[in-house]
């Protein structure tokens, strides 16, 4: 009996419609998923006043979707195994647009906190399998371009948080803007019909017949065999958590998560407080929306620009470049200039912290072997989550104690500056792909 390897058969097909709807679908529930997070940011100035909430508290309620979808990660992850990823994606963007119509309506700051923890469960779960699920239906040779349009989605959450913030809430309120977030729900039938479920899943179940129809989906030029027996390569793709930090990758791992954890701290405190600051600062909710906008779709923008510089000159450099410079222009966020200028380093502010996030995570993925990539990647972003936590809390903390807006700002750009030290410290030359460019000229005896 002839077997065949379905992801084989995937990894070396075509790009087809097949693939540009399976972009297009996740790339929805990402962009909702980024918008659901930062929306709270867009809202809580509104919400503090309705509910009468002090800064501290309101800053608590920002990190309850973050440590939902921290939770989501790891109970939606395990539940994939068990019960399939395509049923835990619809599960997931189910229960992330419900709770988010739920906290729309919610009566209370409790109720409301309450279901924010459950948007983040969903999210945190819907996240990973959704690009799980794309990678293995992807041919190898466009994978990394799809991976990285899903994840945009998540800025253009930020994006859409924003716009829909400046065009809702004066009409409408608060409340309205979680409402808009609930339509993800018209997605499900989309999802139902269109997504397919993983190949292990569909072997391990005995749905053959399933299994056929979706390859011919994903590459009808392919003949499949008659009777043939279908299985998946089983290669490791992780290794133990020791592994991250031997063959003197130890002091890189350690600052790595140092950068991961004072980045997500910069990106989660600026989306969620920024608003608030500069209506503290003196501008009105529909200005102080619009410095929101402009920092995420200032650094979508603009990121263009750092990745093709980072190309040339090395993502190192590059890396070294926007936190350094992140301080200053993060500190300088509390001056009153020309509305222009300001909107020019609220977009480099955006640059500095997501953009050089974007650039230290390829860079990160290219660090370490591939039999310790995924527990290195995991090991940063699972402790640089404490981060992202904190930067809300803090915050909220130092507005409540009615600290200048210098000091706000200075507390969200100190940490670019430990970044930039963090990331100094790191030690390219134990890098995986820098040891293989080595061996491979040494190899061309080039270079020896």
Not at 114 to 130: D, S
Not at 223 to 238: F, I, M, N, R
Not at 330 to 341: E, G
Not at 366 to 389: K, W
Request: hydrophobic share 50%; charged share 10%; with cysteine.
């Amino acid at each position: 009996m002839q077997k065949v390897f379905v992801n084989r058969v995937l990894g070396e097909g075509k790009f087809n419609i097949f693939h540009w709807m399976f972009l297009i679908l996740c790339f929805l529930i990402v962009t909702f998923e980024g918008y659901d997070l930062v929306v709270y940011g867009a809202s809580v100035p509104l919400i503090m006043k309705y509910w009468f909430l002090k800064p501290a508290y309101a800053g608590v309620i920002g990190t309850y979707a973050l440590f939902g979808a921290a939770l989501g990660s790891l109970c939606f992850g395990r539940l994939a195994d068990k019960i399939g990823r395509k049923k835990t994606i619809l599960i997931c963007t189910t229960l992330f647009s419900v709770c988010m119509i739920v906290c729309a309506v919610s009566p209370d700051p409790i109720i409301f906190g309450v279901f924010r923890v459950l948007t983040g469960i969903g999210i945190g779960g819907a996240m990973p399998n959704v690009v799980a699920l794309a990678t293995e239906w992807t041919p190898v040779r466009h994978r990394s371009l799809m991976v990285t349009a899903i994840y945009t989605g998540m800025q253009w959450g930020g994006i859409l948080a924003a716009g829909i913030g400046i065009w809702l809430l004066p009409l409408y309120g608060w409340r309205s803007l979680y409402l808009f977030g609930g339509i993800t729900i018209l997605l499900l039938p989309f999802l139902l019909g269109w997504l397919p479920e993983t190949a292990p899943r569909l072997i391990a179940t005995g749905r053959i017949a399933e299994l056929i129809k979706q390859i011919k989906r994903a590459q009808p030029e392919v003949t499949l065999p008659a009777g043939a027996e279908y299985d998946v390569d089983k290669t490791a793709d992780s290794s133990p958590l020791i592994d991250v930090f031997r063959q003197n990758r130890g002091l890189s791992s350690v600052c790595f998560i140092i950068v991961y954890f004072t980045t997500l701290y910069m990106i989660y405190g600026l989306n969620i407080w920024l608003p608030k600051l500069m209506m503290n600062a003196g501008y009105p909710l529909g200005s102080a929306l619009t410095f929101l906008l402009v920092l995420n779709l200032g650094c979508f923008i603009l990121n263009i620009f750092t990745a093709a510089i980072a190309d040339k000159i090395g993502p190192r450099k590059m890396v070294l470049i926007s936190y350094f410079l992140g301080f200053f222009v993060i500190a300088s966020l509390s001056m009153k200039t020309n509305i222009w200028l300001l909107y020019l380093l609220v977009a480099l502010a955006g640059v500095f912290t997501m953009g050089a996030h974007n650039i230290v995570h390829a860079y990160v993925s290219q660090f370490y072997p591939p039999s310790v990539r995924s527990t290195g990647l995991g090991l940063c972003f699972g402790l640089g989550r404490i981060g992202a936590v904190l930067g809300p809390i803090l915050g909220g903390v130092l507005m409540q104690m009615h600290v200048t807006i210098f000091v706000s700002f200075l507390a969200f750009a100190i940490p670019s500056m430990i970044s930039f030290v963090a990331f100094f410290l790191t030690q390219d030359k134990y890098s995986y792909t820098t040891q293989a460019i080595a061996a491979s000229k040494a190899q061309q005896g080039v270079g020896v």
